[in-house]
Each structure stands twice: as C-alpha cells, then as structure tokens.
C-alpha cells in the first residue's frame, strides 16, 4: 500500500472551492487512490476514487497527475457541513485493504 | 452502497473484562475489516475477517487479545479482551463491495468504548 502525505490542516471560506493536497510518490501501478471523509467520530463516508484518469461524482472531483505521484481532491462550494478530516488512501490490488494515514482537517469558515 | 449495523453503539467497561462487538450487513459480502480509532488519532486496521477460516490481523494485533468470528458472509464479531484503559477507542467494522475498478470501503458507525 503506498504511503501518503497530507497537510494536518486547511481553512476554506463557505461557497468557494476547497482543494485538498496529497502526495502519493511511492504508488503503484495498479494501486487506486480513495478520499474518505470522517465527521466527528462518526464511521467514514466514501468520497471518490480513481487510477490514473480524472473522476468527477456528485461529491467532488478527483485530479490525479499524470505521473500519478499526486493528486487533489476538489469541492467546488465547500459548505460547513464539510468540516470533516479527509483521508487520501492508496490502495489495491491483491490485498483489499486500505491503510489510513493522518489525514486533513478542513475547516469550512462561514 | 450497504447497510452496516454494529452494537452496541457505546460501552462503558470495568477494566479486565472483555466485550464482543457485533457487526450486520444487509448483503453477503467476501471482505470485511475491523479497524481501531483511538481518541484524537486515524484509523487503524486491527484484521480482515475471514468467512469460515481465521482472521488475518496485522501486525501489533494479536487473536488472544482480539478474537475475530466470522460465521457467514453477512457477520462478524470481535472481542476486545483483557481490558484496559488503553483499550478505549472508536471500534469500526467495514466491509469491501463492488469489484475491480468499482471497490469501495463501507464502514459502520462504530462502537465508542471506554474502560474505567
């Protein structure tokens, strides 16, 4: 499972787009990269997920560089209700697990 | 997407005893997973559960102290025994549907468990 890097935390304003980083370096090739969401200790909410194209749901967009080695979840008018710790997962192949890092806190501002 | 239940929601234990915690799924599903979240950390995996042969745990988690059942392909329980303060933390079951490109992780909304 690739081990991944994100900042602990980010501000964004309510209504404008939040980009959240997360730096994958060492995944491979048939490893896919997840974003799960997790709302005060509540169980996580899957977000979106892709392998090497750009993937767009009614939550979010996924953009994955073309050396695969990043990628930036988007949501285009944050609300307060995303306040929440993102986690940037890469994972697959013959194991089926996902190993969580320590995630983003992203902190909508009204 | 599926319907994961799990009890009991909380629990408030004496230190030493031990708790099993159980999880439903509304479909029959191959993978499920038990992860620990203590206070104020990330998720960490304790074991697949395996249906009808033992769980495979991860490294730093061991059988003795967290049993694992897996009856069928919409059940499973696990144990914490022994307990300790150390012990308290967010329990969460999960479960892997959909296939190849379209698998995703669903998680339960947890068992909260505090030892006294």
């Known amino acids: 499972d690739a081990k991944t890097t994100q900042p602990p935390s980010m501000d964004c304003a309510e209504g404008r787009a939040a980009n959240l980083p997360c730096n994958h370096s060492t995944i491979s090739g048939n490893e896919y990269v997840y974003w799960y969401r997790q709302i005060h200790s509540q169980g996580p909410q899957y977000i979106i997920h892709?392998?090497?194209n750009n993937e767009t749901n009614e939550m979010a967009s996924l953009i994955i560089t073309e050396d695969r080695k990043s990628s930036t979840l988007i949501l285009p008018h944050a609300t307060l209700r995303d306040t929440a710790v993102y986690y940037c997962i890469g994972s697959g192949g013959a194991t089926n697990k996902l190993i969580f890092g320590t995630g983003t806190l992203l902190a909508v501002q009204p | 997407s599926a319907v994961i239940s799990q009890k009991p929601s909380r629990d408030i234990c004496q230190r030493g005893t031990s708790l099993t915690i159980q999880c439903q799924v509304d479909s029959q599903v191959t993978m499920m997973f038990w992860y620990r979240q203590q206070p104020g950390q990330s998720l960490t995996l304790i074991a697949t559960?395996?249906?009808?042969?033992?769980?495979?745990?991860e490294s730093g988690f061991v059988i003795d102290k967290f049993p694992i059942s897996r009856p069928n392909l919409t059940f499973s329980t696990l144990t914490v025994s022994n307990m300790s303060p150390e012990d308290s933390s967010i329990y969460l079951c999960s479960v892997m549907l959909g296939t190849g490109p379209n698998e995703k992780l669903f998680f339960g909304s947890g068992t909260q468990l505090s030892v006294l």
């Open positions: 892709g392998l090497k």
């Open positions: 559960a395996n249906q009808g042969s033992e769980a495979t745990y």
